[in-house]
């Protein structure tokens, strides 16, 4: 049995649900991933901004039915994805968007997950909480009435 890294992982995943293509700016921190879609037979487009790469892939799914997938580099290139993401959320495009979040390096405004980081600038001996994102969401689509 031959081990697998986490991108071959995600991109065989990927195939299985008969993903085409993937939307995206390639960058060091998804080199791994961009390297394991070479070896596939996903197809990957460039975009010249991630909004564009959300956006993209946002219509994919649209006319295909199937995920559109969209990738970007972590932090501010992540928070370009959101419009487009959101816009596939509301109109319910099966939509799957893939940053790298970054373990090691801290600095504020550069992490990116899979969660919301509610942060102050002020120092408090207190753990920064984190919120889930998918519970986050259903907030911001409600008008605030979410429960």
């Known amino acids: 049995m031959t081990k697998l890294k986490a991108a071959e992982l995600l991109v065989r995943c990927l195939e299985n649900e008969d993903v085409k293509f993937a939307f995206g700016i390639p960058g060091e921190e998804n080199l791994d991933l961009m390297d394991a879609i070479h070896d596939s037979a996903i197809r990957f487009i460039p975009t010249r901004h991630e909004g564009a790469a959300a956006f993209m892939a946002d219509f994919y799914g649209r006319v295909t039915g199937h995920a559109g997938v969209c990738l970007s580099t972590l932090g501010p290139g ?36 899979p969660r919301l980081r509610l942060s102050s600038r002020r120092k408090t001996k207190r753990p920064t909480p984190w919120i889930e994102l998918e519970s986050v969401l259903p907030f911001f689509f409600s008008n605030g009435n979410a429960k």
Do not use: F, H, K, M
């Open 78 to 113: 992540a928070t370009n994805l959101v419009t487009g993401v959101a816009d596939a959320y509301l109109d319910r495009a099966p939509l799957v968007a893939i940053t790298e979040p970054n373990y090691w390096a801290r600095n504020v405004s550069q992490e990116t997950s």
